[in-house]
């Protein structure tokens, strides 16, 4: 299961801003998981982006290569 939080492909650095809280969380489940933040991050906004296609304009297409 902790292999699904492996960034597979091409990655983007992004400075974003989140509830301290938010941050606080994510702090405490890398450091009880060993699991790196931006590999819990990156699959939280993976689950988020599939569950509210609704947010992408409708001509947005993704390639299997990432690329538009």
């Known amino acids: 299961m902790r292999e699904n939080y492996k960034l597979v492909g091409?990655?983007?650095a992004m400075?974003?801003?989140v509830e301290k809280e938010v941050?606080?969380?994510i702090q405490a489940?890398?450091?009880y998981?060993?699991?790196p933040s931006a590999e819990l991050?990156?699959?939280a906004v993976?689950?988020?982006i599939s569950s509210h296609k609704d947010f992408l304009p409708p001509d947005y297409k993704k390639t299997k290569a990432g690329q538009q």
């Open 15 to 17: 400075n974003i801003n």
């Open 10 to 12: 091409p990655t983007a």
């Open 29 to 31: 489940m890398e450091a």
């Open 46 to 48: 993976k689950r988020f």
């Open 41 to 43: 991050v990156n699959t």
């Open 23 to 25: 941050a606080e969380t």
């Open 33 to 35: 998981s060993k699991i």
